[in-house]
């Protein structure tokens, strides 16, 4: 049976796949038999479970298994691959195209497999050194920016005339460089120089130094091996060939000649061996303008590779300003330079170099031209645009670790979140063992709010960069570290992993250092510790704000902003959020902008002004719904509906949560399910509809549970302790106020603070009205007293209300009507929507006072609670 879709042919009998011009695409067994899945489903949502049992029936596999697998299947059918293959999110796979189904015989009409390639006379031959005689070169990276970029290039025509068959030609053609093996008397730089040359000459992909404990006979026969010895002073022999194979290519080149020319000879020599013409452009302009004629500039080149893969950006562009000035016409050290730049934060000095290389574009390869207009529209601000050139450039060498990395980033970074899930795998694959991927995860993760992957991210990034004696990486990644685990409050653990990274930190790199000093300010805030937090928080600031980094400039406006709301400055916290704002739109940061939004909404709700939480909040979901994240959503639509409850606005607030609720079920999102769920339930009971509120409750009960967070138990256990309290059953108040009162100290066994604090404040609240209604005026006070301390130095005007509110009422029990009035003057004006109930209830106790009406002084009881018991 054969199967025609999209100029592809698959044959299942054969088990071969062709493309339009009919020359077969290799696949893998597995690989061959997940596309065929999809091709017999043409147009089909397939599950997981579908995958799962036809490809391993007797197996428990990973879902990770199975997107590896997937990953393959587009590469078979690249460039088109991404398109054909499309990704379902949480559900499976489907083919986009429509299928044609031949039941013609399988061998009509298809192509013969090719003959071998024959070679033509190689040089002299000489035998490979033997293993003791030769080492793997201990410092060689390989996967250069451009020279990756590069080294997909097809020069040559599509159908390479094919030469005599000969027994010593290579049976397949090889798609990657293998690392170089050197002599103990060759300088590491050269072997590094011109492996990347040689990748970028041939159109290859360099492979990774190799894995402890391997050695060069175990690569694979698609892969060209290296060995350099000394041939005198200043020269070096060069020998190329295959694994488990005899020598077929020898060159010597000398150190005082042009290193151009030679290694072009020597990849033409290479190619000449292979069967492989002349590329198609070899004597014009543009391979000209992809490597240095001066062996210093192409070893100033290679190490500022290494330092850039490092994300070493001053020390690179050290050594890459006097190439590009000796050298004005080697492109490929402009954009690596235009690189370094953007990386310190020198955007306008990344945008002119990104120029002059645009300069040659009609000399220029399209993936470099792809490159360099990539670079210009990042450093300028233009990142949708950026995004877009990085994924054509993507698409055009799918097998390529830089533009995968690249355009993972981008996509991220522009809030592109299915799109950067998609390819960061890819990266990972094609860059195993390179810690920029799990340092990239890691930041995308932190704005996404995935706290705990972007823990395990980073965590994996600082191990391998460890491993590597890569110190920035893993200085990178453990400030990393340190900020996810002040997101889940686990402040002290955050604290050790950012001294683990000021001792990685190079003291000069004056980016890292303000990063350090802006998450030290926020952890040290975290933890109560202001004067200290805003020493360094305002470092941080001056840096940026000098450098022009305005993605982080933003952010440490942000954590200022939120430093004066927590010590009660709301004026200038909204000062510092407008600002933060602004900043951040113009960074193109919309992770930030949310952010922003978001907390400027929960101050003003804290504070009652209710109206303007909704302003903020109505900003932050138009964001939300333009980036596509529908976890940063629900948690959105969470807040607005609990503004809008709190504002009395129920039809609102029913609206948001039960557009929140499902999107929280998908995600697994257990804890956010469960407080929407509640307030479904509190919403149900203040329409009286007390079946419906018992189901709501049982559910949110349920949800908690589930999360296994104990902070999400604490608010299940406070909301019961306090309807119960309404409801005038003290006894099982008592039982669930305890119990909230355990799952915090549970909570607070995590080395969270912040968040708890509140916790704790709104409990010592329920503790005092419980114990107020059951005449235990001691308790009481102890209780006030204890969420009083529990909300000094915070900007949460509606708590402190609420506080004044018990207060006055124990003061009133306790014989001094005097300072309960007086109690309730001082709260001044509550007319804000947030505080519309507060002010009821202070009008409705200041005439219960008046009148001596004693028992009016507590709330009334609300009328369901007859039922919901």
């Given at each position: 049976?054969r ?12 088990r ?12 893998a ?5 997940a596309l ?18 036809r ?7 990973a ?5 590896k697998l997937i990953?393959?299947v587009?590469?078979?059918l690249a ?14 796979y ?5 299928v044609?189904i031949?039941s013609a ?9 090719a003959p071998?390639?024959?070679?033509p006379?190689?040089?002299a031959a ?5 293993p003791r ?6 410092g060689l990276?390989?996967l ?8 997909g290039?097809?020069?040559?025509p ?10 010593d030609?290579p049976?397949?053609?090889p798609?990657?460089?293998?690392a170089?093996e050197t002599?103990a008397?060759v300088?590491?730089w ?10 970028l ?8 130094r190799a894995r402890?404990?391997?050695?060069v006979?175990?690569?694979t026969?698609?892969?060209l091996?290296?060995h350099?010895?000394?041939a005198?002073?200043?020269r070096?022999r060069w020998?190329i060939?295959?694994?488990?194979g005899?020598?077929?290519v020898t060159?010597?080149l ?6 151009r ?8 020599a290479?190619?000449?061996y292979?069967g ?5 452009l070899a004597?014009s302009?543009s391979r000209?303008?992809?490597l240095p004629q001066q ?5 100033a080149?290679?190490?500022a590779?290494s330092l850039?893969?490092q994300?070493r950006?001053a020390q ?16 490929p050290?402009?954009s690596?330079?235009?690189r ?13 170099v990104?120029?002059?290389g645009?300069?040659r574009s009609?000399q220029l390869?399209?993936?470099?031209r792809?490159?360099?207009?990539s670079q210009?529209d ?6 949708d ?9 993507h ?8 533009p995968?990395?690249?355009?993972a ?16 795998e890819?990266a990972?694959e094609?860059g ?6 799990d ?10 709010g995935q ?16 491993m590597l004696?890569?110190n ?9 570290a340190?900020r996810?685990?002040g997101?889940?409050?686990?402040f002290?653990?955050g604290?050790?992993q950012?001294?683990r990274?000021?001792a ?6 004056a ?5 350090l000093?802006?998450v ?8 109560g510790?202001f ?10 600031a001056?840096?940026?704000r000098?450098?022009?980094a305005l993605f ?13 709301e ?5 004026g200038q916290?909204r000062r ?11 960074s193109g ?7 922003i939004?978001l907390r400027m909404a929960?101050?003003?709700?804290n ?10 909040l109505?900003?932050?979901v138009s964001r939300?719904?333009?980036i596509g994240n ?10 607005w ?8 606005s ?8 039960g557009r929140a609720?499902p999107?929280?079920?998908e ?10 769920s509640?307030?479904l339930?509190?919403?149900a009971l203040?329409?009286?509809k007390v079946d ?6 049982d559910?949110a009960r349920?949800y908690?549970e ?6 999400a138990?604490v ?14 059953d003290?006894?099982?108040a008592g039982v669930?106020l ?7 100290a549970?909570?607070?066994a995590d080395?969270r603070?912040?968040q708890?604090?509140r916790?704790h404040?709104?409990l010592?609240?329920i503790?005092?009205e419980?114990?107020?209604r059951?005449?235990?005026l ?5 209780a006030?007293?204890e969420?009083?301390q ?6 949460d005007?509606?708590?402190?209300v609420q506080?004044a509110?018990i207060g006055?009422r124990?003061?009133?029990r ?14 001044g004006?509550l007319k ?5 109930r507060s002010a009821a ?6 005439q219960?006072?008046?009148?001596g009406?004693?028992a009016?002084?507590?709330p009334?009881?609300p ?7």
């Amino acid at each position: 049976m054969r199967y025609r879709f999209e100029g592809f042919t698959l044959d299942s009998v054969e088990r071969r796949l062709l493309d339009a011009q009919g020359a077969e695409r290799g696949c893998a067994p597995k690989t061959f038999d997940a596309l065929q899945l999809l091709v017999e489903n043409g147009g089909q949502l397939l599950r997981r479970e579908q995958f799962h049992q036809r490809l391993w029936p007797r197996a428990v596999v990973a879902d990770e298994t199975l997107g590896k697998l997937i990953w393959q299947v587009r590469k078979a059918l690249a460039p088109e691959g991404e398109t054909l293959v499309e990704t379902v999110p949480r559900h499976g796979y489907r083919l986009r195209a429509q299928v044609e189904i031949d039941s013609a015989p399988p061998s009509a009409g298809l192509p013969q497999t090719a003959p071998a390639l024959a070679a033509p006379e190689p040089p002299a031959a000489e035998s490979l050194p033997t293993p003791r005689q030769r080492r793997i070169l201990p410092g060689l990276s390989g996967l250069g920016l451009l020279m990756l970029l590069l080294a997909g290039l097809q020069w040559w025509p599509a159908e390479p005339d094919l030469a005599v068959p000969g027994e010593d030609r290579p049976l397949s053609v090889p798609t990657a460089l293998a690392a170089a093996e050197t002599d103990a008397d060759v300088p590491p730089w050269v072997a590094e120089a011109l492996s990347a040359a040689l990748a970028l000459e041939l159109g290859m992909n360099e492979r990774p130094r190799a894995r402890l404990g391997e050695g060069v006979n175990q690569t694979t026969p698609a892969v060209l091996t290296q060995h350099l010895s000394s041939a005198g002073p200043n020269r070096w022999r060069w020998q190329i060939g295959r694994p488990h194979g005899e020598l077929q290519v020898t060159m010597v080149l000398e150190g005082d000649a042009d290193v151009r020319i030679q290694v072009q000879q020597t990849a033409d020599a290479v190619r000449a061996y292979l069967g492989l013409p002349v590329p198609g452009l070899a004597q014009s302009a543009s391979r000209e303008t992809l490597l240095p004629q001066q062996w210093p500039s192409l070893r100033a080149y290679a190490e500022a590779d290494s330092l850039l893969m490092q994300r070493r950006g001053a020390q690179a562009a050290a050594l890459l300003e006097p190439v590009v000035a000796a050298e004005p016409g080697f492109v490929p050290a402009l954009s690596l330079l235009a690189r370094a730049y953007y990386l310190q934060a020198r955007d306008p000095e990344a945008a002119r170099v990104a120029r002059q290389g645009l300069a040659r574009s009609a000399q220029l390869p399209p993936e470099l031209r792809l490159t360099l207009e990539s670079q210009l529209d990042e450093a300028e601000g233009r990142f949708d645009e950026a995004y877009e050139r990085a994924q054509a450039l993507h698409q055009l060498l799918p097998m390529r670790y830089v533009p995968a990395l690249t355009a993972a980033r981008l996509a991220g970074h522009t809030g592109r979140n299915t799109r950067f899930d998609q390819l960061i795998e890819v990266a990972r694959e094609l860059g195993a063992g390179y810690p920029e991927v799990d340092l990239l995860d890691s930041v995308i993760s932190l704005r996404r709010g995935q706290h705990e992957r972007a823990l395990a991210a980073a965590e994996a990034s600082a191990d391998a960069a460890d491993m590597l004696g890569w110190n920035s990486i893993a200085a990178e990644a453990r400030l990393n570290a340190a900020r996810a685990l002040g997101q889940l409050q686990r402040f002290e653990p955050g604290l050790e992993q950012l001294g683990r990274a000021r001792a990685l930190a190079d003291t000069d790199d004056a980016s890292l250092q303000a990063q350090l000093n802006l998450v030290e300010g926020t952890l040290l805030m975290d933890l109560g510790r202001f004067a200290p937090a805003a020493e360094r928080l305002q470092q941080a600031a001056d840096w940026f704000r000098s450098s022009g980094a305005l993605f982080e400039l933003a952010s440490v406006l942000d954590i200022q902003g939120q430093l004066a709301e927590a010590q009660g400055q709301l004026g200038q916290a909204r000062r510092l959020a407008d600002e933060s704002l602004q900043v951040a739109e113009a960074s193109g940061d919309r992770h930030v902008a949310v952010a922003i939004c978001l907390r400027m909404a929960q101050a003003y709700l804290n504070a009652g002004e209710i109206d303007v939480a909704r302003h903020w909040l109505s900003q932050a979901v138009s964001r939300v719904e333009a980036i596509g994240n529908p976890g940063l959503l629900a948690t959105t639509l969470t807040d607005w509906a609990l503004s809008a409850w709190q504002a009395g606005s129920e039809d609102e607030a029913l609206a948001a949560a039960g557009r929140a609720l499902p999107i929280s079920l998908e995600d697994q999102d257990w804890e956010l399910a469960s407080t929407l769920s509640g307030l479904l339930g509190d919403l149900a009971l203040s329409s009286n509809k007390v079946d419906e509120a018992r189901q709501r409750l049982d559910q949110a009960r349920a949800y908690a549970e589930r999360s296994d967070q104990p902070l999400a138990l604490v608010q299940i256990e406070r909301e019961q302790a306090r309807r119960a309290t309404q409801c005038r059953d003290y006894p099982a108040a008592g039982v669930h106020l305890q119990s909230a009162r355990a799952q915090l100290a549970t909570a607070s066994a995590d080395g969270r603070h912040v968040q708890l604090r509140r916790e704790h404040a709104l409990l010592a609240l329920i503790a005092a009205e419980l114990a107020l209604r059951e005449q235990r005026l001691e308790d009481a006070a102890n209780a006030i007293e204890e969420a009083g301390q529990q909300l000094d130095g915070r900007a949460d005007r509606m708590l402190r209300v609420q506080l004044a509110l018990i207060g006055a009422r124990r003061l009133y029990r306790s014989g001094n009507p005097t300072g309960a009035q007086d109690r309730l003057r001082q709260l001044g004006d509550l007319k804000s929507a947030g505080l519309a109930r507060s002010a009821a209830a202070r009008e409705r106790l200041q005439q219960a006072m008046s009148h001596g009406e004693e028992a009016a002084i507590d709330p009334p009881q609300p009328p369901w609670c007859a039922k919901l018991r």
